[in-house]
């Protein structure tokens, strides 16, 4: 095993101790997935707590998604597969059923286009737009043609009934993002009903010209 790969499996379970620790993610919800640099991956076993990660016992997929090592992936692998071959300069995959991320994917009236409104600078700067991709039970592939079609345009998705999946250039801006994301959605939820000083399409076109949220 090379040292980077070693720091990999250190780094994945460090950030799902953090995550679990902290209430993004409970039971055994939510996996984590890295780029390795031969092409493969290192992802989270299925039915694993991310609060309890051993970095020896990691899924080790080779660039096919064939399990090579480890215990079996999780059973959502295909979701972080189909982020990384549509977004190729994605070095991680995060995937959450965060409390108030999930909360906004099951309200009606939002906008499938771009679920959250730009209530702050942060959050179009580290998400930008985020589409609702429709449901579909889990381990449904039909779930990865879905996100396939967005994936190519955003690096952010939300999953209806079910969680964000969001890819960044490394696992700490994964991370990053899909927190600012959590916030956010816990910020609407908090204001929900009330009217809100967003801001405007001309402040967001700024940021993100500024600012191309690729996570």
């Given at each position: 095993?090379?040292?980077e790969e070693?720091r ?10 953090s995550m679990f620790?902290r209430g ?5 919800t939510?996996?984590?997935?890295v ?11 299925t039915?694993s707590?991310?609060g309890e ?7 080790k997929l ?7 090592d ?6 959502e692998?295909?979701l ?7 977004r ?5 995959v ?12 099951v ?8 679920v ?8 179009v ?12 039970a889990p381990g449904d592939m ?5 996100v396939?079609?967005?994936a190519?345009r955003?690096?952010?998705?939300l999953l ?5 999946v969001?890819?960044?250039s ?14 956010t959605a816990?910020l ?6 009330r009217?809100?000083?967003?801001l405007t399409?001309?402040?967001v ?7 191309p949220?690729q996570?």
């Amino acid at each position: 095993m090379s040292a980077e790969e070693s720091r990999l499996r250190e780094d994945l379970c460090r950030l799902g101790r953090s995550m679990f620790s902290r209430g993004l993610t409970h039971g055994s919800t939510g996996n984590l997935s890295v780029r390795l640099p031969d092409g493969g991956y290192l992802m989270t076993p299925t039915g694993s707590k991310l609060g309890e990660l051993d970095p020896a016992r990691l899924s080790k997929l080779d660039a096919t998604g064939t399990h090579l090592d480890g215990d079996k992936p999780t059973k959502e692998s295909f979701l972080h597969i189909a982020m990384y071959e549509e977004r190729a300069r994605s070095a991680a995959v995060v995937h959450l059923h965060s409390t108030y991320s999930t909360a906004v994917s099951v309200l009606e009236g939002v906008d499938p286009e771009d679920v959250l409104p730009p209530l702050t600078a942060y959050y179009v700067m580290r998400i930008g737009t985020l589409p609702l991709v429709p449901y579909f039970a889990p381990g449904d592939m039909n779930l990865a043609h879905a996100v396939r079609r967005f994936a190519g345009r955003h690096h952010a998705v939300l999953l209806a009934n079910h969680g964000p999946v969001v890819a960044g250039s490394s696992l700490s801006a994964a991370a990053d993002a899909i927190e600012e994301l959590e916030a956010t959605a816990k910020l609407h939820l908090t204001l929900h009903g009330r009217a809100c000083r967003c801001l405007t399409p001309g402040q967001v076109a700024e940021l993100k010209a500024k600012f191309p949220a690729q996570a």
